[in-house]
């Protein structure tokens, strides 16, 4: 009984050394998160944002995660679980290239093995658009599945989750479940089938999230749709299949866990994000940084400052490999509770506007610009942006990821932040910035208008931002290094 008491009391410490980071109650938003340090400190501070703050302002955060089962190997297990789950149709979701590659003959032997029956689908775009969204979402109408299986990285998963989601819903409109002010935004009500998740790159974390991402093709941006019953019902992550990323695959997909991990922890806190919900089912998946997705979050920092140079520079080094997808599973856990903002906002417009950039080791057939790369090309300027809101944050994340914080000021913590990742994405090989793949200053108007749109994202920024702002940082990504 002591121990069990201790054990809580010991959480809430932690808890309480992330912080609970309003302006009402921390020492000045402005200047940093100071911590709300033992237990009745902690449960006083909690009730005192409940009842005090404005009435429009949130005052819950809600944890949802997908289970997740870890490692060698573990692919073998996945005709079993759907026994388990009673499914007898299961529709198979991935791409071409994967078609053929072992983490996909490893999912099927195991699903042929114990006689589960199921199709195939193999035609998911890398960076869906709504187009190959609706063809996915088409197949799984005729099927009648009872379940689904996603191996691959976030385009699969992500196209399994709407598979999952319109087949549940065949009388939906497309955009009705598409985040406003695109789409409708309405909340999903209702189950969903099962669907089990093999992420094959260590990047997007989409195993363990309820959201989708892919590119409108009418306004030529990136969307989304964001529920947590899109989440998947299991995450099966077997570090094996991270062999098989080539180099600028690893590289672009840790640059995606880095972003997740360092914008999620930057994020507004979740009991100044405005309207609070009326009901819970409309309290987004996006909720504002707070103490539990801090911990996962930082965490991921931690690896990936420790094994992501060795996994992109050594595909055999499957200690290092291994460890990445580990950090991308804590930097979704952190994310997709607690959201990103400045990074991936802006990059949706990036990936959507590519013009003729080719990314190496992507044979794709078509112009691209990973997410990864997409996201990690502002973030100089972004954490310089960000910095003055929430100082001491940007200055632990600098120190975790090698940058040297003896002594440093806190006016110089978004300088400290932005140097640490230009040299982190310098000694990668990261391109010099937005004119290398392809943009010149002209293109900036229309950057800036198709990050408007992504105030789902944007909104989360501890720093509010206007158009001149956005124009600067996009002015200021041109040129990295």
């Avoid at 909690?46 to 955060?61: D, V």
């Avoid at 991935?94 to 053929?100: C, H, I």
């Avoid at 919900?277 to 400052?305: H, T, V």
């Avoid at 972004?382 to 944050?393: G, I, K, L, N, S």
Wanted: hydrophobic share 35%; proline share 6%; glycine share 8%.
């Amino acid at each position: 009984m002591a121990a069990a008491r201790e054990g809580v009391v010991n959480l809430l410490r932690t808890i309480g050394s992330a912080t609970c980071r309003c302006p009402a109650h921390s020492q000045a938003f402005s200047h940093g998160y100071a911590g709300v340090t033992g237990t009745r400190s902690v449960l006083s501070h909690m009730k005192k944002c409940s009842t005090e703050s404005s009435p429009s302002k949130e005052y819950a955060f809600e944890m949802a995660c997908s289970n997740i089962r870890y490692g060698m190997g573990v692919t073998q297990e996945v005709g079993m679980d759907f026994i388990n789950l009673n499914a007898k149709n299961v529709c198979v979701v991935t791409d071409k290239k994967l078609s053929s590659l072992p983490p996909v003959k490893a999912a099927i032997e195991s699903l042929e093995r114990h006689h589960v029956t199921y199709s195939l689908f193999d035609d998911v775009r890398v960076e869906p658009t709504d187009s190959s969204f609706k063809s996915a979402i088409d197949f799984a109408k005729r099927g009648n599945f009872d379940a689904f299986l996603a191996v691959g990285g976030g385009s699969v998963i992500d196209t399994a989750k709407v598979c999952n989601l319109y087949s549940c819903n065949p009388e939906a409109e497309f955009l009705d479940y598409v985040n406003a002010p695109i789409g409708k935004g309405l909340p999903v009500r209702g189950e969903l089938k099962p669907l089990i998740a093999v992420p094959t790159t260590a990047g997007t974390g989409s195993e363990t999230t309820g959201v989708a991402i892919f590119d409108y093709e009418p306004l030529k941006a990136k969307t989304g749709i964001g529920s947590r019953s899109l989440r998947p019902l299991l995450g099966l992550v077997d570090p094996l299949h991270t062999q098989h990323m080539p180099q600028r695959v690893t590289a672009n997909s840790g640059f995606d866990v880095l972003c997740h991990a360092l914008e999620s922890y930057t994020a507004i806190p979740f009991n100044e994000r405005t309207p609070r919900p009326s009901n819970p089912i409309e309290r987004p998946a996006y909720q504002g940084s707070n103490p539990i997705s801090d911990i996962w979050s930082l965490d991921s920092l931690k690896i990936i400052q420790k094994y992501m140079k060795r996994a992109v520079k050594d595909p055999e080094d499957l200690e290092a490999r291994s460890q990445m997808h580990l950090a991308s599973v804590f930097a979704g856990v952190g994310f997709g509770n607690a959201g990103v903002h400045l990074c991936h906002g802006m990059s949706y417009p990036i990936a959507g506007l590519v013009k003729s950039y080719r990314a190496k080791d992507y044979d794709v057939g078509h112009p691209i610009i990973p997410h990864g790369l997409s996201v990690v090309m502002t973030s100089p300027a972004v954490f310089q942006f960000t910095a003055p809101m929430c100082p001491e944050r940007h200055i632990e994340a600098a120190g975790i990821l090698g940058g040297d914080t003896t002594n440093v000021k806190r006016e110089d913590a978004g300088k400290l932040l932005a140097d640490t990742l230009r040299q982190f994405m310098y000694d990668l090989n990261v391109d010099d910035g937005l004119g290398k793949l392809g943009f010149t200053k002209d293109d900036i108007p229309a950057l800036v208008k198709g990050t408007l749109p992504q105030h789902r994202v944007t909104k989360l920024a501890p720093r509010p931002q206007s158009e001149e702002d956005l124009s600067n940082m996009f002015e200021n990504s041109m040129k990295i290094y």
